[in-house]
């Protein structure tokens, strides 16, 4: 069996190099990234599959508005009322 780094780690740093070939190709809103489809995603410079698969990831998050949690991986903080948690 082969030693596998620390998911949790090996995702957020996944997620960073992700974002920043998005940013760099010109993706800097959520507006971009929710219009971004395969034929555009396959534009950006060094475009791997694993990156496709969290592009797709974060374009869901955007769409529930559940971005920040997603990239610190955490739980959905918003409560079951409807109502969001937020810090004051």
Do not use: W
């Amino acid at each position: 069996m082969a030693n596998k780094k620390p998911t949790a780690a090996l995702t957020l740093q996944q997620k960073v190099k992700v974002l920043t070939k998005l940013f760099e190709s010109g993706c800097k809103t959520e507006k971009d990234l929710k219009a971004l489809n395969l034929q555009s995603i396959l534009q950006i410079p060094d475009i791997t599959v694993p990156d496709m698969t969290v592009i797709t990831e974060l374009q869901e998050q955007v769409a529930k508005n559940r971005l920040f949690s997603y990239l610190g991986g955490g739980a959905d903080e918003q409560r079951t009322d409807g109502q969001a948690h937020h810090l004051e």
